[in-house]
């Protein structure tokens, strides 16, 4: 999932956190939003992708940690990198096996931890930081740039076929900017292999599903997510909308994250300010009087500032699942972030949301956590990935 110009932006911005109180609630600043938490679920500590295109792999490292830590009680810290690097190293032979017509580039999807745990195993972040190029915080803006031109360099195939040395070569780049992979490493005393330390995690790969919703294909029958970041062409289980929503409130009720893939591309989303919202949008028919006539009288620019001028809870729009497809189709959804749903909230009028963490450090005003509405998730969501054992049966029962 690509952050697109969103993660420059968020990153270049500094806001101080605001301290919880005992009872759960968020004193409201300037926002005008009053957030109280519901339920929440056990997770491990807030991470920070700073200037790399993973988001996919921190919110899936971040939901696996959160799995290990509700099943064991144990808190670990997951390589990130050591997925990255992986992936890496499987794109590009994708890319050319594919004759260079897929995508090869920074984004991933919701699946790719798993695929690289289940193939490769994995490391702790103690093991493998993948910060061997000068930089205190993961920087890929240059390492993406050299991976491209080598592997574009590749595919063209300059020597009418592959030489035997241009895997080497490749892999000579990613050790020169994340290291060497250990072949082996210590956790509490215990020596492992990336193989080994997973298995010690004791997670079950296959109890885990991914689920999305839009009506371009059956329901109830999986079908691989068309975008770009889904390189590994993976499967979504198809479930009506208020199902999609199910599968979330039944996962968190009973102790459960969910890894979330979402659009955070619209005005509503405001990440620095806590919340994200889809709110709806007036026109001169929903006007009179004094704020008619000055809305007639100003910039588009400042009619759309006006519009998302928000100073706590308002109207939303109604999501249908028509409405859905049709964001997706016109490519106002695209997939943007991976983020973990870990608990429920309600604001002061009662509205209901989604306690989202984050990979974009604590520097903000809930330390690296947000609120999304309700609307925003049902027109928002690009995909899911959940425990099937917070699946609601009856869902279950249906998938074909």
């Not at 144990?74 to 990255?84: I, P, R, T």
């Not at 425990?387 to 279950?396: F, K, L, S």
């Amino acid at each position: 999932m690509k952050l697109k110009k969103i993660l420059a932006f968020c990153l270049a911005t500094v806001a101080l956190p605001v301290m919880a109180a005992d009872d759960g609630v968020v004193d409201p600043d300037s926002t005008g939003f009053k957030f109280t938490d519901v339920k929440l679920v056990k997770c491990t500590s807030v991470k920070d992708q700073n200037k790399s295109g993973t988001c996919w792999c921190f919110s899936g490292n971040s939901f696996f940690e959160n799995e290990i830590l509700r099943a064991t009680g144990k808190e670990v810290d997951l390589s990130e990198m050591y997925v990255v690097r992986k992936c890496y190293e499987d794109k590009a032979r994708k890319f050319l096996r594919m004759y260079g017509s897929t995508v090869f580039a920074e984004g991933g999807s919701l699946l790719d931890v798993e695929y690289v745990m289940s193939r490769y195993g994995a490391m702790p972040e103690e093991a493998y930081a993948g910060l061997n190029y000068g930089e205190e915080k993961h920087n890929h803006k240059e390492l993406a740039k050299v991976l491209r031109a080598y592997i574009d360099a590749i595919v063209s195939v300059p020597n009418k076929k592959l030489s035997t040395a241009w895997y080497e070569g490749y892999v000579g780049i990613l050790d020169a900017y994340f290291g060497k992979l250990p072949e082996t490493f210590k956790v509490d005393g215990k020596t492992y292999n990336a193989q080994s330390y997973a298995q010690s995690l004791k997670l079950n790969l296959d109890d885990y599903m991914a689920f999305t919703s839009f009506t371009h294909h059956p329901f109830y029958k999986p079908f691989a997510l068309e975008v770009a970041d889904n390189w590994l062409w993976g499967t979504y289980e198809n479930v009506k909308l208020d199902e999609l929503q199910a599968i979330v409130d039944n996962a968190l009720d009973n102790g459960y994250s969910v890894a979330w893939a979402a659009d955070v591309s619209e005005k509503g989303f405001k990440w620095r300010k806590g919340y994200a919202i889809m709110p709806k949008v007036k026109g001169e028919k929903d006007l009179d009087g004094t704020e008619l006539s000055r809305w007639v009288k100003v910039s588009d620019s400042e009619r759309e500032r006006m519009q998302y001028d928000i100073k706590g809870p308002v109207e939303e729009i109604e999501v249908t699942q028509e409405l859905r497809q049709q964001m997706f189709d016109n490519q106002e959804t695209t997939d943007d972030h991976g983020m973990v749903i870990v608990g429920k909230a309600v604001d002061q009028k009662g509205n209901k949301y989604y306690k989202v963490k984050n990979s974009w450090d604590t520097n903000q005003i809930y330390g690296g956590y947000f609120y999304v509405s309700m609307p925003y998730f049902l027109a928002k969501t690009v995909g899911i990935y959940v425990n099937r054992a917070a699946v609601p049966a009856a869902i279950i029962s249906k998938l074909k």
